[in-house]
């Protein structure tokens, strides 16, 4: 009589032994009830957030003078005008994000509610993406939830959120690509799971990365909004190569790079793919005669084919948009350095009327817009990342390196230009990073919380900084919209003096 050999390591269903299932394990309950529940709450109280009282103040603030009108003109003309010289006007930033906002002028007019539904809109949908983007990767409703609030309660993301201008929407598809990007991490590994349970694999099956796919269509839609989008580029495409081959090492495949080819080669469609998007936010300019330099070549002289001679003719546009950004050096009141940003060491007054009205039951009244981060949320960015670097290298755990990967390409090339040309910029170019800062964040205390000896600790210092959080929003609110207060009120919330004036 023979015994059958069992294999030292238990095996589970399916002849897969269980630290390879366990290694190759994806969220499976994506569609628990709470967890939604959870998201539908959040999204809902962000939206409210985010859409009452848009309409004020009247008029446009900050750089609203630019992209509504822009949006407005392409409703007419299909591309951006010039009103003065009644001819095609000379622009610096693909129309994705433009055209966005003409939807919300098309539904509600040329108001302060249409220009400014859509952003609304883009902010809200960030914080439904952030927690089911939490929830995939801690598989914790309470985690998720917290990432939601957190940006909920973020007064940098509700201002942008309430404000016609392009980095909502650049932000929105930034997190949505690296959200199909998680999902196509989990459906990577479960065909590898589910190969391996024929036995051993000799290498990787055939699988049709459509999430990839997918994650490249959103990626060229964000460059269609902004061309800062592209800094992403090679930090995702590093993040996905080094996925796919943790997931052939954890299936047992031998030679785990030996797949590598085949991942660059997907991830080579997925990238014409991001073009080929990119390209179509491009449409207004392709099937009219009158953007500007639609017809460079015609005009000077060169010959101009059919398709070629468009795509010339927009290299050329881009050729000169390319040289404004990197020639923008001119200073400006509220421009500010990368390393400033966390610290809050500049924000931009969005809104500042000349004669803000009276009634606030002082004899000096005060009315602004600041794009500032609640500070009690934006000051622990720094700790949570360094916190988050060393349980990186200490755990080696893929979480921890995806966020990190995902804050350093949204923070790190901005250092790079204001070393290199001295570049004027802003603290909302900071804007794609924060679901990333903001899982940082969440990681750290979810670190906290399951301590196997600081269970309770972790959730007290948790319930304590939410709370912090909540308290700071609602003390820097009247600002973050704009509300009529006293003089006094308002210099006491100018924590850091003449840097928030």
């Known amino acids: 009589m023979t015994t059958a050999v069992t294999d030292p390591v238990t095996r589970a269903s399916g002849g897969v032994p269980d630290i390879v299932r366990r290694r190759l394990a994806t969220l499976e309950d994506w569609l628990d009830p709470y967890s939604w529940l959870v998201t539908a709450v959040i999204t809902v109280a962000a939206g409210i957030l985010r859409l009452a009282g848009i309409s004020n103040p009247k008029g446009y603030v900050f750089d609203e003078v630019y992209y509504p009108t822009d949006a407005w003109d392409m409703l007419q003309h299909g591309v951006e005008w010039d009103e003065k010289s009644d001819s095609a006007g000379y622009v610096v930033h693909p129309p994705l994000g433009k055209w966005l906002i003409a939807l919300g002028e098309k539904i509600f007019g040329n108001t302060e509610l249409g220009?400014?539904?859509?952003?609304?809109?883009?902010?809200?949908?960030?914080?439904?993406?952030?927690?089911?983007?939490?929830?995939?990767?801690?598989h914790s409703v309470v985690l998720a939830g917290l990432a939601g609030l957190l940006m909920t309660l973020d007064?940098?993301?509700?201002?942008?959120?309430?404000?016609?201008?392009?980095?909502?929407?650049?932000?929105?598809?930034?997190?949505?690509?690296?959200?199909?990007?998680?999902?196509?991490?989990?459906?990577?590994?479960?065909r590898l799971l589910r190969a391996r349970q024929d036995g051993p694999l000799e290498k990787a099956p055939r699988i049709v990365p459509w999430w990839l796919l997918a994650a490249g269509a959103l990626f060229?839609?964000?460059?269609?909004?902004?061309?800062?989008?592209?800094?992403?580029l090679p930090f995702f495409a590093v993040l996905i190569v080094a996925w796919r081959v943790q997931a052939r090492r954890s299936a047992g495949i031998p030679g785990p790079l030996a797949g590598l080819l085949g991942d660059l080669g997907w991830g080579l469609v997925s990238f014409a793919?991001?073009?080929v998007f990119y390209l179509a936010t491009w449409i207004g300019w392709f099937v009219t005669d009158s953007g500007w330099d639609r017809h460079y070549r015609a005009q000077h002289g060169?010959?101009?084919?059919?398709?070629?001679?468009?795509?010339?003719?927009?290299?050329?546009?881009?050729?000169?948009?390319?040289g404004f950004h990197t020639g923008l050096t001119k200073p400006h009141n509220y421009q500010s350095w990368p390393w400033q940003w966390l610290l809050l060491g500049r924000p931009v007054a969005f809104y500042w009327p000349n004669n803000p009205g009276t009634g606030c039951g002082a004899p000096n009244c005060i009315r602004e817009i600041l794009l500032l981060g609640t500070p009690i949320l934006w000051w622990s960015f720094l700790p949570a990342l360094a916190v988050l670097l060393w349980l990186a290298i200490s755990r080696r755990d893929w979480?921890?390196?995806?966020?990190?990967?995902?804050a350093a390409a949204g923070l790190v090339p901005w250092f790079y230009f204001a070393v290199a040309d001295s570049r004027t910029m802003f603290s909302f170019y900071a804007l794609p990073a924060l679901p990333f800062l903001i899982l940082a964040v969440v990681y750290v205390l979810g670190a906290l919380t399951a301590a196997p000896h600081g269970q309770m600790f972790g959730t007290v210092v948790t319930g304590v900084y939410v709370a912090l959080v909540a308290i700071s929003f609602a003390y820097f609110y009247p600002i973050f919209v704009g509300e009529l207060i006293p003089y006094d009120s308002w210099m006491s919330r100018m924590w850091l003096g003449n840097r928030w004036i």
């Not at 979480?399 to 995902?406: K, N, V």
């Open 115 to 138: 220009w400014r539904f859509t952003a609304a809109l883009a902010g809200t949908l960030m914080i439904l993406i952030l927690i089911r983007v939490a929830y995939r990767m801690f």
């Open 220 to 232: 060229g839609l964000a460059c269609g909004v902004k061309w800062s989008g592209l800094f992403f």
């Open 155 to 190: 007064g940098f993301q509700l201002v942008l959120s309430r404000t016609s201008l392009l980095d909502i929407f650049l932000g929105l598809f930034v997190l949505a690509s690296f959200a199909a990007m998680l999902l196509d991490r989990d459906h990577y590994r479960r």
């Open 302 to 322: 060169m010959s101009e084919p059919p398709v070629l001679g468009a795509l010339l003719n927009l290299l050329h546009f881009h050729q000169g948009a390319f």
């Open 273 to 275: 793919l991001s073009f």
């Open 399 to 406: 979480r921890a390196y995806a966020i990190l990967t995902g």
